[in-house]
């Protein structure tokens, strides 16, 4: 039966609170079997030859009613199917603004460099990634025609929101992108992503844009080589059509995801 909105807000508030209810449900019902499987395990230990002494006990109560993994979502979907297409494209300097770094930047340095943007610091050093702690919706941003390919995904939606520790910024989405913008050598590509549905702010988590507001920003200066979208159920749409009728109503989404590789016009 499905959740009911109002009940589905109230776990979404509790889990930012710390407390996360239906995480609760699954332990007390991992808990008998929890019990169960430990003392059988001890009668066998008895009768062992004690290679494996017990230590502490780190019980993971739920593991046993959840699936062997998650391959649907946002981020799933967006890192494997960018970090397919830069591969793909093979472009001389690569710059990241703001993604996951232990998703898509983890991706992309398994066969590459990639150079890392970001407002937050980030600890230890990784093969293939280089870092760079920066606010990048500072003006005038001092790097021009830096590289011939970039990427923003999920990213654009949070700045301007306070999330990360910027700044109370209305209009700070505006700004990075014009940064992005002028980070890009003309002809070169931008792989972006922001969440897709009917205009709003979630504060302080994110944006969310229509697809009437990302082609104003998109038309001006890019030209869409491919599209993709996660709907809300959160499946991969591949090879869609951007200038599709449907993009009127956001393509069916209220919460899903726009994915872009653009071209930079030669002219800007």
């Known amino acids: 039966m499905p959740i009911p909105p109002f009940l589905r807000r109230w776990i979404e508030l509790s889990r930012h609170l710390g407390f996360d209810p239906v995480e609760l449900r699954r332990t007390l019902r991992g808990l008998p079997r929890f019990v169960s499987d430990y003392r059988a395990l001890r009668r066998q230990y008895r009768t062992s030859g004690h290679e494996?002494?017990?230590?502490?006990?780190?019980?993971?109560?739920?593991?046993?009613?959840?699936?062997?993994?998650?391959?649907?979502?946002?981020y799933f979907h967006q890192d494997l199917l960018v970090a397919s297409w830069i591969y793909a494209d093979r472009p001389t300097k690569h710059v990241d603004i703001?993604?996951?770094?232990?998703?898509?930047?983890?991706?992309v340095a398994v066969f590459r460099a990639i150079e890392i943007f970001d407002l937050r610091p980030q600890a230890g050093a990784v093969h293939n990634m280089h870092f760079v702690q920066?606010?990048?919706?500072?003006?005038?941003?001092?790097?021009?025609?830096y590289a011939d390919s970039a990427s923003?995904?999920?990213?654009?939606?949070?700045?301007?929101?306070?999330?990360?520790?910027?700044a109370p910024d209305y209009y700070g989405y505006r700004r990075g992108w014009k940064n992005l913008h002028q980070?890009?050598?003309p002809g070169g590509r931008l792989y972006f992503s922001v969440p897709m549905g009917p205009n709003r702010i979630e504060?302080?988590?994110?944006?969310?844009?229509?697809?009437?507001?990302?082609?104003?920003?998109?038309?001006?200066?890019?030209?869409?080589?491919?599209?993709?979208?996660?709907?809300?159920?959160?499946?991969?749409v591949a090879d869609a059509v951007w200038n599709d009728p449907s993009a009127s109503t956001n393509f069916g989404c209220r919460n899903g995801c726009a994915i872009f590789s653009l071209i930079k016009r030669p002219a800007d």
């Open 203 to 236: 504060f302080n988590s994110q944006r969310v844009f229509s697809a009437d507001t990302i082609r104003q920003i998109i038309d001006a200066h890019y030209e869409v080589e491919r599209f993709a979208y996660v709907n809300d159920n959160g499946d991969l």
């Open 134 to 145: 920066c606010d990048f919706t500072a003006h005038p941003f001092p790097l021009r025609d």
């Open 183 to 185: 980070l890009l050598k």
């Open 52 to 74: 494996f002494p017990f230590g502490s006990i780190t019980p993971h109560f739920a593991d046993r009613l959840a699936s062997s993994g998650i391959a649907r979502g946002h």
């Open 152 to 166: 923003c995904l999920h990213a654009l939606e949070h700045f301007g929101l306070g999330r990360y520790g910027d």
């Open 98 to 107: 703001g993604s996951r770094i232990d998703g898509f930047v983890a991706h």
